[in-house]
């Protein structure tokens, strides 16, 4: 099972909302990823965690929170987003560099993403 | 220059036609190279991962690397109008957790 499972897979929020998406792996990843993506462009990383540490924040402002709470799970918790917030958010897990047999099986799977409208 | 450069496309072939899709990087420490296919509005799918130098075949799907151009190259077979789709490239430099993606290409198979 190569499933990476976010919820809400749609979400439109004010500008002074708050709000959080979810996702889940059962692959035994011990990286977890959140990309945001604009249309016509590559997803653009946010942030990376290793064995449920921030190891990577892509100067992301602060109303975007990232939360992992144990292995399977990532949360972004989302507040005071601005309308260009607007884009598809991805999760992506992977094996992590610290995990010495995943060497060489370190491809990251995707989720179907969660589709944000800032309004 | 960006690090990973792929033509954005589109690219428009007719159904059976054999499909070269390509990317160019300028990192040398790159050493582990996917290949993901995204739909419209929905997340990418991984369709190869090669570690290093080398061919990689799945079905219709072959992957290679060449590393002492810097080159990477996707081949569909027999392509199909469900092929139709965004095709990115991604690689990761060893010892870094993160992907650097090329900018995607979008193909076209028309029946």
């Known amino acids: 099972d190569t499933e990476v499972t976010q919820t809400p897979k749609h979400l439109v929020m004010g500008m002074t909302n708050k709000k959080s998406l979810k996702c889940e792996q059962h692959?035994?990843?011990?990286?977890m990823y959140w990309y945001k993506q604009k249309a016509k462009k590559p997803p653009e990383l946010m942030f990376v965690?290793?064995?449920?540490?921030?190891?990577i924040n892509e100067s992301v402002p602060s109303r975007f929170s990232p939360e992992c709470p144990n292995s399977s799970l990532l949360n972004l918790h989302l507040h005071a987003l601005q309308p260009e917030d607007s884009a598809l958010y991805l999760c992506?897990?992977?094996?992590?560099?610290?995990?010495?047999?995943?060497?060489?099986?370190?491809?990251?799977?995707f989720g179907q993403g969660t589709r944000l409208t800032v309004v | 220059q960006k690090e990973v450069e792929q033509d954005p496309g589109p690219l428009s072939v007719p159904e059976g036609a054999i499909v070269s899709l390509n990317c160019t990087y300028s990192?040398?420490?790159?050493?582990?190279f996917m290949w993901y296919r995204q739909y419209s509005r929905k997340g990418p799918e991984l369709l190869m991962y090669?570690?290093?130098?080398g061919n990689k075949e799945d079905g219709r799907f072959t992957a290679q690397v060449d590393k002492s151009s810097k080159y990477i190259s996707l081949f569909i077979r027999d392509s199909q109008p469900s092929d139709s789709a965004t095709y990115l490239c991604?690689?990761?430099?060893?010892?870094?957790?993160?992907?650097?993606f090329g900018t995607g290409t979008r193909l076209l198979v028309s029946p």
């Open positions: 992506a897990s992977s094996s992590s560099l610290k995990t010495p047999e995943a060497y060489l099986n370190t491809e990251a799977f």
């Open positions: 692959m035994g990843h011990r990286a």
């Open positions: 965690y290793s064995y449920e540490k921030l190891s």
């Open positions: 990192n040398s420490a790159f050493q582990y």
């Open positions: 090669t570690y290093s130098s």
């Open positions: 991604a690689m990761r430099a060893t010892g870094f957790q993160k992907l650097v």
